[in-house]
């Protein structure tokens, strides 16, 4: 570790003794000044962006209730109102009895479309979000990398504060450091923005996908009514 941080130093002394003269005293104080300002931006933004993804986080979730419930409460209305043990008419019971599998399934089969609609919507939010910790990870680094330049500048100018953050402006103007660093700080509005339209685009597919599985239960039930009128008749003939 200390052979390499030597090597870094001598290749960062000899390497800016080169191009030291192309920097002006102004031209340092304004790349500092632009990294210094960038740094409390992706501060402040990390900030914001970590209340805005827990707000997102809680409304996607109430949302998500909120559609389940509904799809989940108009299946069970239609499930009452024709599986009901009606007008304690024995041969009927009879018939609900007999069938009980079928209309167990019934309801069996709509519970598992719900929970592979609930994971397919949680599945697809998962993966932006994913997205989103890998920017801020990128963010985390350079900040980190720029704290590292900064103190090895230090070292190698003691007590010199004026050629420390000449030798830390060349750094970061030859490497481009600063452009990075901006591109990083777009990249994570953009991921951000992203997750929410992937978020409400979720929610909007989790509407279609209980919507579709509601339908489809309601052809099921028909289905199964079908079955229980069919046994009923046999039931008042004999
Ligand atoms: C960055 O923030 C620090 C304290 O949070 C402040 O002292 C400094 O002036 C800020 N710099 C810029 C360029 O905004
Ligand atoms: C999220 O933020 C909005 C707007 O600021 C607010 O109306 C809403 O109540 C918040 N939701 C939660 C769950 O905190
Ligand atoms: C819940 O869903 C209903 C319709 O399904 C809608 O009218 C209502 O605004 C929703 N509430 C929330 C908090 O999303």
């Not at 052979?3 to 030291?20: E, G």
């Not at 990390?46 to 409460?73: C, G, P």
């Not at 598992?112 to 997205?131: G, P, V």
């Not at 750094?171 to 953009?190: A, C, G, H, P, Q």
Request: net charge positive.
């Amino acid at each position: 570790m200390l052979a390499y941080l030597c090597c870094v130093l001598i290749f960062l002394t000899v390497h800016l003794s080169t191009i030291q003269c192309e920097l002006t005293p102004n031209d340092v104080k304004t790349v500092l000044q632009q990294c210094q300002k960038n740094l409390n931006t992706s501060h402040e933004l990390d900030k914001n962006d970590k209340l805005l993804l827990a707000n997102w986080t809680a409304e996607f979730q109430m949302k998500q209730v909120n559609i389940t419930s509904h799809y989940r409460l108009e299946m069970t209305r239609h499930r009452e109102h024709n599986f009901k043990k009606v007008n304690l008419n024995t041969k009927w019971k009879e018939c609900l009895r007999l069938h009980n599998k079928e209309i167990r399934n019934s309801k069996r089969s709509y519970f598992e479309r719900e929970a592979e609609c609930l994971k397919a919507a949680n599945s697809a939010d998962r993966d932006r979000t994913r997205a989103v910790k890998q920017v801020e990870k990128e963010i985390k680094k350079w900040r980190k990398s720029y704290k590292y330049l900064s103190n090895l500048c230090d070292v190698d100018n003691p007590g010199d504060k004026e050629t420390a953050d000449r030798c830390l402006a060349e750094y970061v103007r030859r490497d481009n450091y600063d452009s990075t660093f901006e591109r990083l700080i777009l990249l994570k509005l953009e991921t951000m923005s992203d997750l929410l339209d992937q978020m409400n685009r979720c929610l909007n597919e989790l509407e279609d996908c209980l919507r579709s599985s509601f339908s489809d239960n309601l052809q099921s039930i028909r289905a199964v009514m079908n079955i229980l009128g069919q046994c009923y008749n046999r039931n008042r003939e004999n």
